[in-house]
């Protein structure tokens, strides 16, 4: 049985066709394609058929419509159907070298041996032309936890879905968060999944991510997608404050707190957060007693609904 499935939640036919075809030109077969189409109105299956002729895949025609809503719930309507032991989501935009699943058995055995749920694989941005727009990503063999919040939300990183493979059984028991637009859903992902054994970096194979005005991530003159995307950032940051921070370093824990206090005042948000415990952990006893003064400067200032 194969142990890694390749997810595909379609929506876009804009540059279907090349997300397939990299799946497709695999030098190792050994993977599950699971396609599931979210009401689109595209209809997928000549260019599938194209590829895959063979009927060697798994496709899901779903009426309703989940990721106009929430990506996350379009996501895990496929994954109920994926049994092997691994998972990667691939944006229906989104690319993978040929080596991709050649690489992921290379180094399986040695990644379970280490008890760790999450693999992170080396990318770079492409535009609308697949060309490619940045440097591709270099990490370390093995990422902790704190790494990957400090490398990416303090020193700005880049990171994507596609380019993180998943365990499944670790997926069952945390699920993804539903943040708006599904926004940092996955990098939450990867936080409750790393823990306590972190991430394995793969450098010898790549995974292209296509940046452009169709994806959420281009969307950046979108009014209303910004809003949402704040939204879900001031959710995303209170639950690593109030649950996860332990798994990071002091340090990276009071820049995470101030950069959150900074966008609570600055968007007009109540504040979220529970104070005595993050001060607790920071071993900033004294500002326990600042905390009523500081939950009214917020709440005075957060938006009238």
Request: glycine share 2%; net charge neutral; proline share 3%.
């Amino acid at each position: 049985m194969n142990k890694l499935a390749i997810v595909i939640p379609y929506y876009k036919i804009d540059f279907f066709e090349e997300t397939l075809k990299s799946v497709a030109d695999q030098i190792d077969i050994r993977f599950t394609l699971y396609i599931g189409n979210d009401a689109s109105p595209n209809n997928p299956l000549p260019l599938i058929q194209k590829y895959f002729p063979d009927g060697n895949y798994h496709y899901f025609n779903y009426q309703e419509n989940l990721g106009g809503n929430n990506l996350a719930s379009q996501w895990e309507r496929i994954l109920e159907n994926v049994t092997e032991d691994w998972f990667q989501i691939l944006g229906d935009d989104d690319m993978v070298l040929d080596n991709f699943v050649e690489e992921f058995y290379e180094k399986i055995t040695l990644i379970e041996s280490k008890n760790i749920y999450v693999i992170k694989v080396s990318q770079a941005f492409i535009n609308k032309k697949s060309e490619k727009t940045t440097t591709y990503s270099k990490y370390d063999e093995v990422i902790t936890t704190n790494d990957f919040w400090n490398f990416k939300f303090n020193l700005g990183h880049r990171s994507s879905l596609s380019e993180h493979i998943f365990n499944k059984e670790i997926y069952e028991k945390y699920k993804f968060e539903k943040y708006p637009l599904a926004w940092h859903s996955d990098d939450m992902a990867v936080i409750k999944f790393s823990i306590p054994n972190g991430i394995y970096y793969l450098d010898k194979t790549k995974v292209y991510v296509r940046f452009s005005e169709k994806s959420i991530s281009g969307q950046v003159n979108d009014k209303n997608n910004n809003d949402l995307k704040n939204i879900a950032t001031y959710q995303f940051y209170a639950d690593m404050l109030n649950h996860y921070i332990k798994y990071l370093g002091k340090k990276e824990a009071r820049v995470t707190l101030e950069k959150h206090f900074y966008r609570m005042w600055n968007l007009k948000f109540r504040n979220n957060l529970n104070l005595i415990s993050i001060y607790m952990y920071l071993n900033e006893y004294r500002k326990i007693i600042t905390i009523p003064y500081k939950n009214y400067q917020f709440n005075n200032n957060a938006k009238k609904n």
